[in-house]
């Protein structure tokens, strides 16, 4: 990858897209946070998970297995569970940067899928740098902002089921989930994740079943000798890209 200097059309277009991923995003922060409340966390708790867990998916399942009467060791597992993948785009994304020490470590804190899809594909080590931190940092700030907004929101809502957001967690992972319906491999591992899960929902305790569906998923992938084409996001696999 060429270490070139950025023309200004090119910075201003990675920072338009970028901020364009972040607002469409951090939206999701709103529905996060009502729900976190609704669950039983306080708002200075669910504030503190957007913070320091900082993975949308990860905190739904966390708040999602609270929710159903699971324990919080339950949801936990889940919500690491989840996570694992974006060790996953570490390993992609190390190389692709080339950054060293607390630049590194900063960096990990805003892995996710939009800072990953913004980045991968680009011509050169600046343009993958800025499009990475300028998405990160965007969705940071704004799924923040949004969950606070949302927690103080939902703590004046009251009942959940007033206005839905019960189903938010289950609409959330349906998003995550869609992109990687492209492959009809994954469209099994679906099928039988969702398959095993409904088969232990009568005999295990909340939370058990999803880390049941997500140990199909990890089987899968440790037996399957052919990469999954949809591991790594690109730009139109999250909310605001395009290209």
Not at 108 to 115: G, R
Not at 182 to 190: F, T
Request: proline share 5%.
């Amino acid at each position: 990858m060429s270490d070139v200097v950025l023309d200004p059309a090119e910075r201003s277009g990675i920072l338009r897209d970028s901020l364009a991923v972040g607002v469409a995003t951090g939206a999701y922060g709103l529905g996060f946070g009502a729900v976190s409340v609704a669950s039983g966390l306080s708002v200075a708790q669910t504030c503190v998970l957007s913070l320091l867990m900082f993975t949308g998916a990860s905190q739904f399942a966390l708040v999602g297995v609270v929710a159903a009467g699971g324990s919080p060791l339950s949801g936990a597992a889940t919500a690491l569970l989840l996570g694992t993948r974006n060790t996953l785009y570490g390993l992609r994304m190390a190389p692709l940067l080339q950054w060293r020490g607390w630049r590194r470590a900063g960096a990990a804190h805003v892995l996710i899928d939009e800072s990953t899809a913004m980045s991968v594909g680009r011509d050169s080590t600046p343009a993958a740098r800025l499009g990475f931190l300028a998405t990160g940092i965007a969705v940071f700030v704004l799924w923040n902002l949004a969950t606070l907004v949302g927690a103080l929101a939902g703590g004046a809502v009251g009942d959940p089921r007033t206005f839905g957001l019960d189903a938010a967690v289950a609409a959330a992972f349906l998003a995550l989930l869609w992109p990687r319906l492209k492959d009809r491999r994954n469209v099994l591992v679906g099928v039988l994740a969702a398959a095993v899960a409904l088969s232990m929902v009568p005999v295990s305790a909340a939370g058990v079943p999803v880390l049941a569906a997500g140990g199909v998923a990890l089987l899968v992938g440790v037996l399957a000798r052919r990469q999954d084409p949809t591991e790594i996001p690109g730009p139109d696999d999250v909310a605001g890209g395009h290209h």
